[in-house]
């Protein structure tokens, strides 16, 4: 098999182009203290925090807790629709599916 330039490129951009189609980009951060990404602002409308990717992930998400801390992240779970909301016991997460939509309070959930 006899690979050129042209070829090695081509699969480059290749995997550059499902590289990206799989990755989101989503504020990372914690208002707990405790946390290994605390960032004061996290639980303020439109946070100052980290941003980073995530290969693999389908959704980024934001979590408010009952005790009132707020964490932002991922999803890995495909099935997730943008504007959806996860009310469990503890805490809401809700989902949003475009590079670094994670910047509000879950305002389209009716809340805990």
Known sequence: VHITMKHTLS???LYITLHLGLSIFCYTCSNDPDSPIYAVSCGDVDP??????????SACTTSIYN???????FSNDA???DGDCDYQDMYLRCFCTDMLCNTDLCDNCNGL
């Open 11 to 13: 699969l480059f951009v």
């Open 48 to 57: 100052d925090s980290d941003a980073q990717s995530c290969t693999g992930c």
């Open 67 to 73: 005790d009132g801390k707020v964490m932002r992240g």
């Open 79 to 81: 099935s997730v629709q």
